[in-house]
C-alpha cells in the first residue's frame, strides 16, 4: 500500500511534523518530569538514612546522658567518714531516729573495731520493738540519715496472733570510720558496696 495515496502530502507532512513534536514533547517533558521522580526518590532515601542516623545518635544521646546521671549519683554518694572516736554520739543517735518514726531502740551495743587500711570498720548491734508497718521505714531512715553505715543483717519476728503487739527486730550494721583514728582529717572514701 502506497501513502501517497492513503494521505495527500500535506498529511504527510503534518504527519511527520506532528511526530516530531512527540519525540519533542517526550525528550522535553516526559524525560526531564522522569529524571524529576527518580531525583525525588533519590531524595526520600537520602533522607530517611539521615532520620536513622538522627534516631541512633539520638538513643546514644540518651544512653550517654544516662550515664552521666548514674556517675553523678556515684559522686555524690561519696561519704566523708567521721572519726572513731564520734561513736558515742553515733550510738545517742539511732535511738533518736527510731523516735522520730516510732520505733523504741532498746539497745544499741558497738562490737570490737576492725582496722583496714582504707577505713575501720565498727560494727553496731541495734535490738528494739515497733509496730510492723514501722520496720521498713525506720531500716530506709537508717540508710539515709547514716551513709557511712551499712545494715548488714537484721531479723523481725512478730506474732500472727497478736496483730496490735509490737514486733521485735534486731538490726547488725557496720559502721565505716577514718582509718587510723586522727589521720587523714575529712577523709571521703566511699564504704563497700551493700551485699545483696
Known amino acids: 500500500m502506497n501513502l501517497a495515496r492513503l494521505f495527500s502530502p500535506l498529511d504527510l507532512v503534518a504527519l511527520g511534523i506532528l511526530g516530531v513534536l512527540t519525540l519533542g514533547a517526550h525528550a522535553g517533558i516526559f524525560e526531564p518530569a522522569r529524571r524529576a521522580s527518580a531525583e525525588v526518590q533519590r531524595q526520600r532515601e537520602a533522607l530517611d538514612e539521615r532520620r536513622r542516623t538522627l534516631e541512633e545518635r539520638s538513643a546514644e544521646v540518651r544512653r550517654t546522658r544516662e550515664r552521666v546521671q548514674r556517675l553523678r549519683a556515684d559522686l555524690d554518694a561519696r561519704v566523708t567518714l567521721e572519726p572513731a572516736s564520734g561513736i558515742s554520739s553515733r550510738l545517742a543517735a539511732i535511738p533518736e531516729l527510731g ?4 520505733v523504741l531502740v532498746r539497745d544499741v551495743a558497738p562490737r570490737p573495731a576492725q582496722a583496714g587500711a582504707r577505713f575501720t570498720t565498727i560494727p553496731i548491734v541495734v535490738g528494739g520493738e515497733c509496730p510492723p508497718t514501722s520496720f521498713t521505714p525506720f531500716l530506709a531512715a537508717l540508710r ?22 509490737p514486733a521485735r527486730f534486731t538490726i547488725e550494721m557496720a559502721w565505716y570510720t577514718r582509718a587510723g583514728g586522727a589521720g587523714r582529717e575529712g577523709a571521703t572514701t566511699r564504704p563497700p558496696a551493700p551485699t545483696p
Not at 551513709?147 to 500472727?160: C, K, L, N, Q
Open 144 to 165: 539515709k540519715k547514716f551513709p557511712d553505715m551499712e545494715i548488714t543483717s537484721f531479723g523481725v519476728g512478730a506474732r500472727p496472733e497478736s496483730p496490735d503487739e
Open 99 to 102: 523516735a522520730e518514726l516510732g
